[in-house]
């Protein structure tokens, strides 16, 4: 079994700052990207951020300049670091990995469960 566990939402105030996590865990042979996704009240979901296991990144044209996507490839942790965050950034943020369980399988879609922002004054 694999498990992504996001973590680190939370209530701030605008122009504040969240750093979010998330852990893949289990049997893991190898991981592709991993990124950031959000949906936000009567919205569909949309891309934040991905990072490849190479280290190349990719923002939405939203959060360019205020976000930061990293990851530790050793832990297979993704993080999201988040400043400047406006109200509209309210949304559950979830965790994506495209990973393979083992040498033969597919590289596959895991998501976290999810972890709310709220960002207001």
């Known amino acids: 079994q694999v498990q992504l566990v996001d973590s680190g939402g939370g209530l701030v105030q605008p122009g504040g700052s969240l750093r979010l996590s998330c852990a893949a865990s289990?049997?893991?042979?190898?991981?592709?990207?991993m990124g950031w996704y959000r949906q936000a009240p009567g919205k569909e979901r949309e891309l934040v951020a991905t990072i490849t296991n190479g280290g190349r990144t990719n923002y939405a044209d939203s959060v360019k300049d205020r976000f930061t996507i990293s990851r530790d490839n050793t832990k297979n942790t993704v993080y999201l670091q988040m400043n400047s965050l406006k109200p509209e950034d309210t949304a559950v943020y979830y965790c994506n990995a495209v990973l393979k369980r083992t040498y033969s399988d597919y590289y596959r879609n895991y998501w976290g469960q999810g972890t709310r922002v709220t960002v207001s004054s």
């Open positions: 289990g049997s893991i042979f190898s991981t592709n990207t």
